[in-house]
C-alpha cells in the first residue's frame, strides 16, 4: 500500500513537471508566441532554404525562436509532427505550414483549429475551401504565388526568342498539382495569342533534373531542328533540359524556360543559356506566412477583421530575363525589410491580389 | 544372386550410356563465356526495339541511340553495383542517400560558385570513398551484427539523405570545373565519357563476377548461405565486399549525375532505386539470390531506359505512360523468368 | 596396428533425443572400419562429430594419440578428416571445380581472381581418381545425383595432395545412390586410399559392408553392441545384432495375387520425354505393384515423373481409369488420386522446420476435417499416430521437426503423407527405399504390399534387384530411356536377378 502511495506520488509529481511549464507556456503564448512553427517540403533545396531565412528574420526580430520541420514532400510526416507539437497543448501557437499536397490543406487547418492555434499556408489550397469558409478562426490565410502568370510571361518570352514561329516541347511537373495546372493554363493563353508556336509534344517530367535531361534528349533525337524552344514548369526540369542541349551543342540555341528563379538558373540566363524563369519571392514567402501567423497569435491582428483578398492572395513575382538579370543577382537581401516591424506596416504591400477562382 | 555379386558385374557395357550423358553436359556446361542463361530479355529488348522502330522510323536514328545510351549510363552504374548485393540475396535501399550525398560532397569540394573548396580530382576521391565507406558500414551492419539488410540499408538511406541536406549550402552550387563537366559533355563518336565508362565498368564488373573469388562465392551465397558457411567460407567478408561495391558505384553515379547536370543538388539520387533494382529485376537477377548477373542487369537496364525513350518517341499519352512502364515491367519480368518455370527439381 | 583416431565415452545429447551414449570407437591405420545400424541409431552423428559439424556433449576424440576439438568442418579438414557426406554438401551454382576447392586453401587465385585454367587442371585430376567423365567448369546443378555424389568424393579425395601424414575419411552411405558400376569405382577408390588413410564407411547393406569393411562396429540406440571382424561374422549375424531379429521371411508373401483382368487403372502409351524416355508402353491393374529398374539415365524415373506431370514436358497417351488425361502440374495428378514420393526428399517432399504431423498432414489433412473446409486437429493428429505406428517411425513426438529425423524416418514420413489420403488410387515411388535400413525396408515394403492388396495401384523405381523381386507383381526394364524387357506374375514365376541384368545392360 505504502509502495502504491509512492508510485502514485511519484506520477502526480512527474506529470506536474511536464504539463506545469507547457500549461504556462500556453497562457503566455496567448500574448506572444515564443516559437513560430515553420513546415517545409524539403531543406535540400534553395527556395525552400530562402523561405526558411525569410521566417527566420521575421522570429529574430520578435525574439521568437523559428522551428522548422521538414517532410520530404511526406504529407503524412508533416501530419504526424503537427499532431505532437499539439498533443503537447499548443493553444494561440503560431504554424506558417507547408501542405505537401491539396488533398492535405483541410486536415491540417481543422487540426490547427481544434488545437487551439493559428496557421498561415502556403502553395497547396484545393479549389473549393478558402481561410473564411474552412477552419476560419484558425485559418489565417493562403499564400502563393500566381502560376497562371509565370506561365504566361513564359510562354510570351517563348514566342518572342522563336519569332512568333515553331514548335516547343512542354516539361509538366506532375499530372494534377494547382503549380502545373496553372503554369500549363498561362502557357496555353500564351500559345493562343502568339498562333505560330505550336506545342510538340507534352511530357510529365516529376519535377526532376534527370528526368528533364532524358526527355529532352529523346526530344531533341525525335524532333530535331524542328524543336525551337522547351517550356519547363520549373528550374530543376529545366536545369535538365539545358544539360541536355548542351550535349548536343544547342544551349542558348534552344530557348529554354523555368519557373522559381533560383541562383544557378539566374546564372544560366545571364550566360544566354537559358532564356527565362519567373523568379517569386521566396524570402517574403516564408516572411509573410510567418509573420501573418505570429500577428494574429499574439494579438497585433484579428483574423475577424480581414478581407477575403487578404486571406488568399499572391505575392510579387518578377520574370528573370538577360535584361534584369545582374540587378538581380547582385541584389542582397536586407534583413531590416523582413523583420516583423517592417511588414507589420502592410502585410500586403507586395500582395499582387486575390487568388482568381478556377486556378487551383 | 546378392548385391554383392551384382557389383562383381562389372561390365564395361553399363558405363557407356553415362559416358555419353556426361559428354553432353561437358558441352552445355561452360559457364566462362557468361552466356546469359536465358534469352527472355534480350528477346524483349528486341522487340520493343522492332514495335517502336516500326511505329517510327526515327526511333533507330543514330541520335536517338546515342540519346538512349546517354540516358542508360547513370543507371547502368546504379545497376551493375546492386547486382552484386541481390545475387547474395540481400538488397540495399540506400543508394538514392549515398548517391545525393557523393553529388553533394563532390559539388562543395570541387571548383564551384558557393564553396571556396576547390579539391579537383581530389574532390571525385573523397566522394567515391564516403560511398565506398557507406556500404561496408552497411555491409558491416548486416553481417557482423546479423541486422536484415533490408533495415539497415533502409536506415542507411535516411542517415545518407540526412548528412547530404546538412552538406547542402542552402545554394545550389554550380560546378566551375570545366574538365569534370567535360566529361559529360565531350563527345566520342557521338557518345560522352560517362557512357565509355559505363561499359567499361561493366567490363571489369563482369571480371569480376566471373573470375574472383569474390564474384563466384556471392552467386553460392545467394543459393545456399549455410553450405558455404559449412564450407568454411568467411562469408561475411564477401558480404561486406558486395555491399561496398554497391555503395561506391552508387556513390559514383551521384557523382556522374553532378557532371551531366553541372549543379550539385543535395536529392540528386532521387529515382534512382527504383530503376536500378527493377532493371536487375527484368534483367533476371532473382531477388532471392543466386541467379542472374551484371549482363542481365545491363540488358534490363536497356529494357527500362529504352520503353521510357520510345513512348516519347512514339508520343504516347503521358498520363498513360506509367501504366505502359509497369505493364512492360511484368511481362519482361514473365519472360526472363520463363525458363525456370516448372523446373520443381530445384536442388539446392 | 596403432589407433589413428580414437573415441573415449563420447556422448551427444540433443533436445529431447540423447543420440550418442558413451561410444568407444577406435580407428587404427590402413584400415576400412565398417560402421552399421539401424536408421536413427547414431551413425550419422558420430560421423558428424568426428567431422567437426557437431561437438560431442561429453567425451574424448584423440587424433594420432593427441587430443582434438573440433570447432568446425574447417578444421576438422586442415587436420586431414574428410566427410562424404549423407545429404549432399555442393553448392549448386557454382562449378565442379569450385566446389572441389571451395574449402580448401589453394593457390588458384591471385589477388582474388582466379587462375581458372589451374583450377580445373587440378580438379580433373580429382574427378579422374573417382572416374567421373564431367568437365570441371560444369556447374553442379547440371549434374545428376549420383554424379554429384561422386564430386562429394573427389572432394574429400583431393585432401591427399594438401594435407601430410595419415588421412581419416568418412563414408556416410554412400552407395544408396550408386549403381554397380559406380560403387565399384567407389570400392576401387577406398582400397586405394587404404595405403595412405583409414575409412569408416557407413552402409545399410551388409554384404557392401563385409566386402570393403576390415572390421565392423555394430551401433544400436545411441550404443556399440558389438564389434566383429570381418572374416569372424556374417550378414545373418550382422543383423542379428543390429535389429535383434531373423532377417529370413520379414517381407510377407502375397497372400492374393492381382487380378489381371481387373479393370487397368493407368494405360500409358507412346511416352516420350526428350532426351530420356522414348514410346514407353505399358498398364497398371488396380492392385497391381509395377517395377521399373535400369541402371542410371535408364529413364526410369522420368517416367515416374511424367505421369505425376513435374517432367517440363512430355507427349504420348495416357489413360487413366479409362479416361484419357493429360496431367501437366502435380496438383492435376493429386486431383485424380495420383500420389507421388520423390528420390531427393531432401529438397521436394520434405517441408524443413515444419514438424512430423505438419508434414503428414499437408496434403491430405483436409480429408479428415469437416466437409472438406474446416481442418480438424485432433483427427488429423489421431491419424498420424496411426501411421507412425504402423510404419514405425522413430520420432520423439508428432510436433518433433521433420528435419531432425534420421534419413529413413523422414521417407516414412513422407509416405505416410500420400497413405493418408482417401482417394489415393495410384501412387508414384521413386527409390522409396534409398536411406532406410533392412528393418524399416522391411515395413516398408509389408505395408506396400498391404496398401496393394487393398486396391491400390503402386509404380516405384527400385534400386536394387532383390527389392524388384521382393516386391513387384510386374517388372519393367528399361534401358537408353526405351523398353527393353518386362517380367509378367513376378510373385509366382521369379526371374532370375541375371536374366533382369542382362535386360538392364
Redesign the interface.
Known sequence: MKLLKRISAAVVAAVAIVVGPLAGHGAIAQEKPKTIYLAVGTTSSEYWQEVIWGAQQVANSVGAKLEVYESGFDGQKHMQQLGAILAAGCEGCAFAWFPDSTAFTKAFVERAEAGGAFMTTMWNRPEEIHPWDTASDAWIANISFDGVDSGYQNGMALCKAIGGKGGIAVLKGTPDNPPSKQREIGLLKAVSECPGMTILDTQIGNWGQTEGQNITRTWIARYGDQLKGVFAQNDGMALGAVAALREKGLAGKVPVTGSDGSSDVLKLIKSGDMLSSMRISSQLHGAVAAALAYAVASGDLKIGDLAQAQRDFYLVQTLATKDNVDAMLSAQPNPADFSYDALKKNFWVRSKGQIPVGVN | MTQAQLHAHDTSAMASPRRGEAGTQRRSGHIGLGVLKSAGPIVSLLAMVLVFASLTPNFVSAANLQAILESAAVPAVVAIGMTFVLVQGSIDLSGEGVASLANILLSILIANSVTAHDLGAGAIVVALAAGLAVGALNGTLYAYLRMPSLIVTLAMWLITLGLAALLFPSRQPQILDGGFVGLALHKHLGLSALVYLAVALAFVAFIVERRTKLGRIGFAIGADEALVRLAGVNVNVYKVGAFAICGCLTGLAGILTAAQIGVGNPLAGEGLLFPGIAACVIGGTLLSGGRGGVLHSLVGVLVLVTLRNGLVQTGANPLLQKAIEGVVIVVAVAASTWHLRRKTRVVK | MSALLSLQNISKRFPGVHALDDIDMELRQHEVLGLIGQNGSGKSTLMKIIGG?HQPSAGEMRLRGSPVRFG???EA?RAGIGLVHQEQ???????VA?NLF??KPTDF?RF???R?SRMNDAARIQLDKVE????P???V????FA?RQMVELAKVLSLEELVEGHLVVLFDEPTSVL???E??AL?RQVRRLKMRSSVVFISH?M??V??ISDRVYVLSDGRNVAERLKDETDPDELYELMVGRQRAGSVLPRSNPPDRNAPKRLAVRDLTVPGKVEDVTFDVASGEIVGLIG????GAEAVCRAIFG?E?SHSGHIEYEGRPVRVS??SGAVGLGIGYVPA?RK??ATMKGMSVCQNMTVTFGSDYGYGGVLLSKRRERREAANWVERLKIKTPSLDHRIDQLSGGNQQKVVLSKWLLGRSLRLLVLDHPTRGLDPGARADLFNAIRQLAEDGLSIVFVGD???EMVTLSDTILVL??GRLSQRFDDVQTKRP???DI?RA??
Do not use: K, W
Open positions: 559439424l568446425s568442418p574447417l579438414t554438401s555442393l553448392i549448386g551454382n557454382l562449378t569450385e571451395v574449402d587465385s582474388g581472381f582466379y581458372r567421373l567423365d564431367v568437365a567448369d560444369t556447374l546443378d547440371q549434374l545428376t554424379q549403381t554397380p558400376t560403387i565399384q570400392f547393406r554384404d557392401e563385409l566386402a541402371v542410371q539415365g535408364s513435374v517440363d502440374r502435380p531427393e529438397a521436394e536394387t534387384l532383390d534401358r537408353d532370375s536377378e541375371e541384368v538392364m545392360v
